[in-house]
């Protein structure tokens, strides 16, 4: 009887990774629906942002797929009103091409992003990147820290500090400040975080981790001089510099 109780345990543990699925083409999210759902995914459909953020208020969800052209409130206003103190990452839904929309998203707290028309084997591979880097947590439960100059980052707690100050990090920020303060002092390139911190290569004209470095030296109020100072190495990445690091 035990071991049928804990069968279900774990049974129900490991139900299907939620997903929120925002798009006004009901079509797209019937086909999407159905290919996640064979993929071991449960999803939730809606087709306009104010029922998106209904719905993030009435349930838990693992991760958002958000179009940015919606009716009345759209992508960009849903992720305006959830604010930096979101913790659901988010995949954007952009028009092919459309680099606006990309940079524009990606600031306003956006995981990643997906031009449309996709592959649905791409947004499934997308999806579960993106969950791979948010269950991140280190080994026992044990918080591990990492402190350069006044920033400390809390890997357990996936918290990030400046002079004891909380500063508000999306998902995918938090992972490539995490690569720069694990490499403190040393080059990292653009296709290294690209893969590392985004679970995807590099591809022509991506300007994503560059949006995200724009976006920490803004949150962490680190200014060019400053000290740490996240550097642009012409040609080669990014490095995080500190002359206590």
């Known amino acids: 009887m035990t071991n049928i109780s804990a069968l279900q345990t774990d049974f ?67 992720m305006r009103k959830l604010g930096a103190s979101n913790t659901t990452p988010i995949l954007m839904l952009t028009a092919r091409g459309d680099d606006v929309d990309r940079i524009v998203g990606l600031e306003l707290g956006a995981d990643d992003y997906l031009g449309k028309p996709f592959n649905p084997r791409e947004l499934v591979a997308r999806i579960r990147a993106i969950l791979r880097r948010a269950s991140h947590r280190s080994p026992r439960g044990v918080p591990d820290e990492l402190a350069v100059g006044p920033i400390v980052l809390n890997c357990g707690t996936r918290q990030v500090h400046v002079a004891q100050k909380l500063v508000a990090l999306t998902g995918a920020e938090f992972r490539v400040l995490e690569l720069l303060m694990r490499s403190a002092g040393q080059v ?58």
């Open 12 to 78: 129900e543990s490991a139900r299907p990774p939620r997903v929120l699925l925002v798009d006004d083409d009901r079509e797209l999210c019937q086909m999407l629906s159905e290919y996640l759902s064979a993929e071991h995914f449960e999803v939730t459909s809606v087709h306009d942002g104010g029922d998106a953020l209904a719905a993030l208020q009435a349930d838990d969800f693992e991760i958002v797929i958000l179009d940015v052209m919606l009716p009345s409130i759209g992508g960009f206003d849903v």
């Open 188 to 245: 990292i390139s653009r296709d290294s975080m690209t893969e590392q911190a985004l679970g995807r290569k590099l591809a022509p004209y991506d300007r994503s981790i560059d949006t995200h470095i724009s976006n920490l030296r803004r949150k962490l109020d680190l200014e060019s001089g400053t000290n740490p100072e996240i550097k642009n190495v012409r040609g080669s990445g990014y490095t995080l510099t500190c002359a206590h690091a």
